[in-house]
């Protein structure tokens, strides 16, 4: 685990995105003792338009109107 303060964390933050994305331990420290991890984050694509199209179904009567809304209609 690389532990770094936050002065020299901001001049050197792209190489250790890099570290942080190839697995390595990289905490940043505060001046008041506050600390932060860089952890990799897994990203699986852009979603695509229509990619859910079979995973769900609405019921038929889905718009029909709510009964408890009856004395609100006019």
Do not use: K
């Not at 697995?23 to 338009?49: E, K, M, Y």
């Amino acid at each position: 685990m690389q532990t770094i303060p936050i002065d020299e964390a901001q001049a050197r933050l792209p190489e250790l995105f890099r570290e942080a994305a190839g697995g390595s331990d990289v905490v940043i420290t505060g001046d008041d003792g506050a600390a932060v991890r860089l952890v990799p984050v897994n990203v699986h694509g852009q979603p695509r338009f229509g990619s859910a199209r079979g995973l769900f179904t609405m019921a038929d009567d889905f718009d029909a109107p709510l009964e408890d809304f009856e004395p609100y209609e006019r």
